[in-house]
């Protein structure tokens, strides 16, 4: 089991987990829009803590056991996310570290390699895009631009959209529209492990019950970090190829939300960045996964150390 605490950071308190030896290299993970550091699995870290390294997860603002925002009051962008995962750093005495985001997870770590490249011994970007328009103009319907990289399928935006029209109403309920929204996103030819979805899916409604401030958590695209997306401006390709910390992209084959382009494109312009794709998979870390993801870690890691 992990060991937990929370950390101040830019006025929020942000619950935080350790997996491993504290002595250990830290490897900082991000995840994605909307879901709590508890959708890294348990079983994930602590084999990824088993190679030799302490691996930490936390809940972003907004998040699972972490201050929730009033937007309005107080918008944020993902540079303040990243602002965020520093203080993480900081408040664990970690100087450095090498950082995996997944998802939103991945541009947040672009931007923390561009704010602060000598804090980060590796950047590990897995099914992302360093471009979230395409995504976010898909849902929100309004034309293509030109030349933008691939947007999800039509079918897919519209599944997505008709499964979360109502919200749930019972933590049961929570923890099945969870499962049902990464059954989606893992894709057409993915194993899905219905029982580990469903068993984190009652763990991030339980997460949720658990709340005394009244707030609530809202899923993916209706949420506060798609609010974030839409005031953060883009990553300029000259910006990605200024970086000069390590790369591995990690990206599925058949990914619904980020076509497999969008990692590409990022590889073609990030100098010395690695391309790593796992064939079946979507967007969901699902447990027939972790070998093919730990295997290509572990040679990255090995080549930059």
């Given amino acids: 089991m992990p060991e ?24 900082l993970l ?12 348990d079983r994930f870290c602590e084999a990824l803590a088993a190679t030799g390294l302490c691996v ?5 603002r907004d998040t699972g056991l972490s201050t929730y925002i009033d937007f309005d009051e107080a918008p944020y962008t993902l540079e303040d996310l990243a602002a965020d995962a520093f203080a993480v750093l900081d408040g664990l005495g970690a100087r450095s570290a090498h950082v995996i985001g997944l998802s939103q997870g991945g541009v947040i770590g672009y931007w923390m390699a561009l704010q602060q490249p000598e804090r980060l011994c590796s950047l590990t970007v897995m099914m992302s895009s360093a471009d979230l328009r395409p995504k976010n103009d898909a849902f929100a319907g309004l034309t293509p631009r030109a030349g933008e990289l691939p947007r999800p399928s039509a079918d897919y935006v519209a599944q997505v959209i008709a499964l979360n029209a109502s919200a749930p109403v019972t933590a049961e309920a929570l923890a099945q529209r969870f ?22 899916g009652r763990a991030y409604a339980a997460q949720l019950m658990r709340r005394t401030d009244g707030l609530s958590a809202k899923l993916a695209n209706n949420s506060h970090h798609a609010l974030a997306q839409k005031r953060s401006r883009m990553l300029q390709s000259n910006e990605l190829a200024s970086l000069h910390v390590p790369v591995l992209l990690i990206h ?11 990692a590409q494109w990022a590889a073609s312009v990030i100098p010395g960045a690695r391309l ?30």
Wanted: charged share 20%; no cysteine; proline share 9%.
């Fill in 252 to 262: 599925g084959s058949d990914d619904p939300i980020f076509p497999l382009e969008h």
């Fill in 4 to 27: 937990s605490e929370r950390l101040q950071a830019n006025g929020v308190e942000l619950h935080v987990e350790v997996f491993g030896s504290r002595s250990d290299p830290v490897t």
């Fill in 30 to 41: 991000l995840m994605g829009n909307s879901a709590p550091g508890l959708v890294w699995p």
């Fill in 179 to 200: 499962v049902d929204n990464f059954r989606l996103a893992a894709g057409p030819r993915s194993p899905f492990d219905e029982h580990t979805w469903l068993t984190l």
């Fill in 276 to 305: 790593h794709v796992v064939d079946a998979m979507g967007h969901a870390l699902d447990p027939a996964f972790f070998e093919p993801v730990l295997a290509a870690l572990a040679s990255f890691y090995a080549l930059i150390d």
């Fill in 56 to 60: 930490v997860r936390f809940d972003a």
